[in-house]
């Protein structure tokens, strides 16, 4: 086992769970076009949730919707100043395409922002010392 990487961003960056920055957040390759957003329902090294309720994902929509926005940004001022100006087919194609391939990352960061940002689970570096620390009920 790989030692956990101290700070929460680069667990972030890294896609893996925010209590013991080791288990992986999701169980495919983001080019596995069928299973790319597969997660466990637990991480696999310290067992906490990934689903901390049900249907905890549906404001990750949100945090997709901001990425889509910023691609339709990164990708139409390039076209608009490198291109002059080209028809509106031309970014429409464009910034379709565009995010079409960027699905999977955009799905999987947005998911993993929220379930840092909301999920309720905080870096433990003492984790296997804590095991039932996601309900709190099983400490000292
Ligand atoms: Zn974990």
């Known amino acids: 086992m790989e030692a956990p990487l101290e700070s929460s961003s680069l667990a972030l960056l890294a896609l893996r769970c925010p209590r013991c920055h080791q288990g992986k957040l999701f169980s495919h390759s983001a080019l596995n ?6 997660m466990p329902a637990q991480c696999p090294v310290c067992g906490q949730s990934f689903e901390p309720e049900p ?15 910023a ?4 990708v139409g001022i390039p076209l608009y100043f490198l291109f002059g100006d ?3 087919w031309v970014y ?15 799905l999987r960061y947005s998911r993993a922002i929220m379930l840092y940002l909301f ?3 905080r870096y433990d570096a003492d984790w296997h010392k804590h095991r039932h620390a996601t309900t709190g009920s099983n400490d000292f």
């Open 33 to 38: 076009i069928s299973k790319f957003a597969r």
């Open 55 to 69: 249907g905890f994902y549906f404001g990750s929509m949100y945090i997709t919707f901001a990425f889509n926005v």
């Open 71 to 74: 691609t339709m940004f990164a």
């Open 86 to 88: 080209p028809d509106t």
């Open 92 to 106: 429409v194609v464009t910034v379709t395409v565009v995010a079409l391939l960027l699905t999977p990352l955009i």
């Open 119 to 121: 999920g309720g689970a």
